[in-house]
């Protein structure tokens, strides 16, 4: 007796479901399982290669960063490009000087009076003067022969240029 209960719900079922879906194969079209299209969100920021010497950079972490938020200087930001600098006299030799004696360069050129006002400069509490520069042999043979001055102030921020004027 239970079997022949069993067996009658399950043929109603199966009538049941051919009764509603009759024409169909049972499979659901892809469009109902997708879910929302696939977006491209683009990434936030102007890429490194693009920032403009000037620029102010909100929420700055270093100068290697491959992108950057630029915010007007008038507004609270941490970070800013100061300039790019030919690495004079290095970059005349065709030999890559290695990353120590260009980040030591870089350094002292940073903090030059024609990049950087001292005078500003001062006045900024926990100011960080960093820069980047070629890493390789391969990039002094690409042509990438110069500093990128960044001054940023690690955990605070600031208004205002810190620029050299020009």
């Not at 002292?108 to 042999?137: M, R």
């Amino acid at each position: 007796m239970l079997a022949t209960l069993v067996a009658v719900l399950l043929l109603g079922g199966v009538a049941l479901g051919v009764w509603l879906q009759p024409f169909g194969d049972g499979t659901v079209p892809p469009e109902e399982t997708a879910g929302p299209p696939a977006t491209t969100v683009p990434l936030a920021g102007v890429d490194a290669s693009l920032l403009e010497p000037g620029q102010c950079i909100q929420d700055f972490v270093s100068a290697w960063e491959p992108r950057f938020e630029v915010v007007d200087c008038a507004l609270e930001h941490s970070g800013q490009l100061l300039a790019e600098v030919e690495a004079t006299p290095l970059s005349e030799s065709d030999e890559y000087p290695g990353e120590e004696a260009l980040r030591d360069r870089a350094q002292i050129t940073c903090q030059a009076t024609d990049v950087l006002d001292t005078t500003v400069a001062a006045t900024v509490p926990g100011l960080v003067i960093e820069a980047s520069y070629p890493l390789s042999q391969g990039d002094w043979d690409a042509g990438q022969r110069s500093y990128r001055c960044f001054a940023s102030t690690p955990g605070a921020s600031t208004t205002g240029s810190l620029a050299a004027s020009e």
